[in-house]
């Protein structure tokens, strides 16, 4: 991956943790959870990663143009 991919996966990844977590703290999903919970959500979090990554990689010009001056 290049340089302009690799900080648009970051940063789209970055977002999606802050917005997930965001959305579902209120829910009180974090409100006594276990191991298995927070393994189960770190699970699903790095599951969106992948998909991140995916659409990352097989668009390198929509990524490149998003980095154009």
Request: with cysteine; glycine share 6%; aromatic share 18%.
């Amino acid at each position: 991956m290049s340089h302009n991919q690799k900080v648009a996966f970051w940063s789209m990844f970055i977002m999606f943790c802050v917005g997930a977590t965001a959305s579902i703290y209120p829910q009180g999903a974090f409100d006594n959870i276990t191991l298995a919970g927070s393994i189960i959500i770190t699970g699903f979090y790095l599951i969106v990663a992948l998909f991140i990554r995916k659409y990352v990689k097989s668009n390198p010009k929509d990524i490149d143009k998003w980095f154009q001056k």
